[in-house]
């Protein structure tokens, strides 16, 4: 059963920095791209950052030079590092693993990230 568990998320203030964590029980986990993605209250979900088998990265541009997407092949996590966080970074954020032309999609439950004073 694939599991993909998220962390780290809570309250932090404007300017300051938080670091999300997902955790994933994945066979071949060194062969997906992984990647966070978001959803704000009332609206679609979004890319946020992604990470390839050979640690290719690609942000959205609104979080570049501020989030970094790293992965641990061996312990089979991907982090977020996300500094400078303004409040429109509030969202719930979501891990995924995919590998596109097999079909292979899979998400955590998400974990939320509050940005406020």
């Known amino acids: 059963q694939v599991q993909l568990v998220e962390s780290g998320g809570g309250l932090v203030q404007p300017g300051g920095s938080l670091r999300l964590s997902c955790t994933a029980s994945l066979s071949g986990f060194n062969f997906y791209t992984m990647g966070w993605y978001r959803q704000a209250p009332g609206k679609q979900r979004e890319f946020v950052a992604t990470?390839?088998?050979?640690?290719?990265?690609n942000y959205l541009d609104s979080v570049k030079g501020r989030f970094t997407i790293s992965r641990d092949n061996a312990k089979k996590t991907v982090n977020l590092q996300m500094n400078s966080v303004k409040l429109e970074d509030t969202a719930s954020y979501y891990c995924?693993?995919?590998?596109?032309?097999?079909?292979?999609?899979?998400w955590g439950e998400g974990t939320l990230v509050t940005v406020s004073s």
């Open positions: 990470i390839t088998p050979g640690s290719r990265t």
């Open positions: 995924n693993a995919k590998i596109a032309p097999a079909g292979m999609d899979y």
